[in-house]
């Protein structure tokens, strides 16, 4: 299983502002995706991170307000812009081998943003 | 399109007793499913899978599962729970027919164990 490391793992930012979160993993990977997991919800798929292209975003989430990077392999962010309370959530950054569909994802600590 | 169903919001066992967390699916062919707990303030981690073959699987922590696909269900079960197994449990399905690795999880299930 892959190692993923996520920072900050939390953090209380004002309105208005904007917060990258970074994705970084011990082996490199075909797929890694981006959900967020809302206070008392279920996990909610945000985008697929394409390495060298642009993510691909689910249904209700647009590139200007979650951009993404993914520069190689092994390291994505995600960007919350323009945050309100509304996006206070955990982040989390889950990685799936080849993207074969018998395989599971793994995923990091996450990152709590409480947005004031 | 795919779906999963988490029909208890929670569920309350005694230390040693059997518990079952239930799961129900729908997609248009024969499912992956997946089961993942996540420990308070933690990520998720994965439990066990079912993707073809033996209809009960066996998973992490003495944990398993049965696919009965007539009931479209994926419960999990443990024989003897502990309390160290109270946590936030959530059952995944991903529809082999679709064009990406997306897995579409469930409300999630709270479960407490009491001593």
């Known amino acids: 299983s892959a190692v993923i490391s996520q920072k900050p793992s939390r953090d209380i930012c004002q309105r208005g502002t904007s917060l990258t979160i970074q994705c970084q993993v011990d082996?490199?990977?075909?797929?890694m995706f981006w959900y967020r997991q809302q206070p008392g919800q279920s996990l909610t798929l945000i985008a697929t991170?394409?390495?060298?292209?642009?993510?691909?975003?689910e249904s209700g989430f647009v590139i200007d307000k979650f951009p993404i990077s993914r520069p190689n392999l092994t390291f994505s962010t995600l960007t919350v812009s323009n945050m309100s309370p509304e996006d206070s959530s955990i982040y989390l950054c889950?990685?799936?081998?080849?993207?074969?569909?018998?395989?599971?994802?793994?995923f990091g600590e996450g990152s709590r943003l409480t947005v004031l | 399109a795919q779906s999963v169903a988490q029909p208890e919001d929670q569920v309350n066992v005694a230390e040693g007793n059997p518990l079952t967390v239930k799961c129900t699916y729908s997609?248009?062919?024969?499912?992956?499913l997946f089961w993942y707990v996540q420990y308070p303030n933690r990520g998720l981690q994965f439990l066990l899978k079912?993707?073809?073959?033996?209809?009960l699987v066996k998973g992490s922590y003495g944990f398993e599962a049965e696919f009965n696909k007539s009931q479209t269900s994926f419960h999990l079960k443990k024989p003897s729970a502990l309390v160290s197994d109270s946590a936030l449990y959530f059952c995944?399905?991903?529809?082999?027919?679709?064009?990406?690795?997306?897995?579409?999880f469930g409300t999630g299930t709270l479960l407490a164990v009491q001593p």
């Open positions: 889950s990685v799936g081998g080849t993207g074969g569909g018998g395989e599971e994802l793994f």
């Open positions: 082996s490199q990977v075909t797929m």
């Open positions: 991170a394409n390495q060298g292209s642009e993510a691909t975003y």
């Open positions: 997609v248009s062919g024969n499912p992956y």
């Open positions: 079912y993707i073809t073959g033996d209809n």
């Open positions: 995944a399905v991903r529809d082999p027919n679709g064009a990406t690795n997306k897995l579409i």
